[in-house]
């Protein structure tokens, strides 16, 4: 949690609007989630232990973002769900269409380096 919060320091936030998410499933098979999550997210459980997060591109690339919870594999995240909302930690760079976000209390927040901010997302 220490190197989530010094990081989240140390980059700047766009301006550009985050991505809500309206709803946590959770099941017990990688088979019982959709293709397509729409504005869902997804957590597949076995007995206790939490194992995947699944949800769509806040992006809107269309490409679903399957994140790994077991600690027994690399790269890992961390999970924390509170009153139904979902935080994710660190963050998710979704390579294909450049994505750079937290999913925190179920809500993409933006995340670029300071050489990454777009001239029109700049706080003066």
């Not at 989630?33 to 997804?42: F, W």
Request: proline share 4%; charged share 30%.
């Amino acid at each position: 949690m220490k190197y989530f919060n010094w990081f989240r320091k140390n980059t700047q936030w766009s301006e550009k609007s985050n991505f809500k998410y309206k709803k946590l499933r959770t099941v017990s098979s990688f088979s019982e989630v959709p293709e397509k999550t729409d504005e869902d997210i997804y957590v597949v459980k076995s007995g206790e232990f939490n194992k995947w997060v699944m949800f769509m591109c806040p992006n809107q690339c269309g490409e679903r973002i399957d994140v790994n919870l077991m600690k027994a594999r690399d790269p890992r995240w961390e999970l924390k769900v509170k009153k139904g909302k979902v935080t994710l930690y660190p963050s998710v760079v979704v390579e294909t269409c450049g994505a750079h976000f937290w999913l925190h209390k179920s809500e993409a927040e933006w995340a670029y380096f300071s050489d990454e901010i777009p001239d029109n997302d700049k706080k003066t």
